[in-house]
């Protein structure tokens, strides 16, 4: 199994399901949680957050996954997602993707929530390289990955076209080796 449920010392992670789509819609509506997130729209509607479950159902066949970031403390309230996309397999890399809403900003949630994701990347995908991309503008982001041990490796430029402008990214990477 490629992507299991995860559970950490706050978080239970576990795939994106129909149970989560209300929570997706009002993660993804939110201003703050999308403020970086050049390459989508925020949702409008009930029928976008089903559609974006659906995209992210049956990852196992698809190889590539979202999981939702439980809190134990909250009882099993949704706080964010994080996973895998891009994977390529013949050369054992994939993009890593996360998000939190802001209430649960700056309590390390989202560094024990990538911990375990990456553990998994490297162990049940037998990733080598696991890269993101961060809008330079998101300072957060960016100081979260190098805290993790990801290098910055430069600016893709002009990476997101997203309402009417062209946004940069740092492009980061973290190899099996350096973990």
């Not at 409008?44 to 159902?57: G, H, I, K, P, R």
């Not at 993101?132 to 997101?160: M, P, W």
Request: charged share 25%; glycine share 6%.
């Amino acid at each position: 199994m490629y992507f299991p449920a995860i559970e950490t010392e706050s978080l239970h992670l576990v795939n994106i399901s129909q149970k989560h789509t209300n929570f997706i819609f009002k993660h993804f509506s939110n201003n703050k949680v999308c403020e970086y997130l050049y390459d989508e729209e925020d949702l409008e509607n009930y029928d976008q957050a089903l559609a974006l479950v659906e995209w992210f159902s049956k990852p196992e066949e698809k190889g590539y996954n979202r999981w939702v970031m439980e809190s134990k403390d909250l009882g099993g309230v949704p706080i964010g997602t994080c996973g895998f996309h891009l994977w390529d397999r013949q050369n054992r890399m994939a993009e890593i993707g996360y998000d939190l809403f802001p209430d649960y900003w700056g309590k390390g949630l989202m560094k024990e929530a990538l911990v375990a994701c990456i553990n998994s990347g490297f162990q049940q995908m037998n990733l080598n390289r696991i890269h993101a991309y961060v809008a330079v503008e998101n300072q957060r982001s960016s100081a979260l990955l190098k805290r993790l041990g990801f290098t910055c490796e430069g600016i893709f430029r002009d990476k997101h076209y997203y309402q009417g402008h062209y946004y940069d990214h740092y492009t980061y990477s973290l190899l099996r080796r350096e973990w």
